[in-house]
């Protein structure tokens, strides 16, 4: 008899394991993986790092720790929280970027943006979030945690597959 029960088991940045993959058919070259949880832990706070890509669309993970710098995009953003607590404000801005893919920089480093303040969420492991076309947006967390933020690549986008991949 063998045992067909499975556990699953929800990774975090402090514990977390890489995994495996089984190829059942193809090559292996054909595939890869990664593991958020590993990227966010060797990545700077807020790098957007790619770790998929379908098209112009990407998923980035970043590693939430700090306070951010205000971003913005001309299109629809969203978050997910995977790990920790974070704080998201909000700013419908004056002159919102036009014609942008992905997120960039809404103000100097130091910086509030030009605008109205629109309030904050805060998310915990599991929460989602949408950020706005046209509104910046500011993560802040207090203790380290991970974020999953869905764009398109962009000049924030940071591509790093040779390091972040198993092949």
């Known amino acids: 008899m063998t045992d067909t029960s499975y556990h699953t088991f929800f990774g ?11 190829i059942t ?3 292996a070259r054909h595939y890869v993986f990664s593991n958020i949880f590993e990227v966010a832990s ?32 001309s299109h629809d953003e969203f978050a997910i929280l995977m790990d920790g607590k974070a704080r998201i404000d909000f700013i419908e801005l004056e002159t919102p970027p036009q014609n942008v893919r992905g997120s960039v ?3 100097n480093e130091g910086e509030q943006p030009a605008g109205r303040a629109m ?9 989602q979030a949408l950020l706005p076309a046209g509104c910046a947006y500011r993560f802040s967390a207090q203790r380290s945690g991970v974020a999953l933020v869905q764009t398109m ?15």
């Open 12 to 22: 975090s940045l402090d514990a977390y394991r890489k995994g495996e993959i089984e």
């Open 25 to 27: 058919s193809g090559a």
């Open 42 to 73: 060797q990545s700077a706070p807020y790098d957007k790092v790619v770790v998929g890509k379908n098209i112009e669309y990407v998923i980035e993970v970043l590693r939430t720790e700090g306070q951010s710098r205000w971003f913005a995009s």
């Open 105 to 107: 920089h809404a103000s």
């Open 119 to 127: 309030g904050h969420v805060v998310l915990r492991r599991g929460h």
């Open 153 to 167: 690549l962009g000049e924030l986008s940071v591509e790093k597959w040779a390091d972040i991949c198993l092949h």
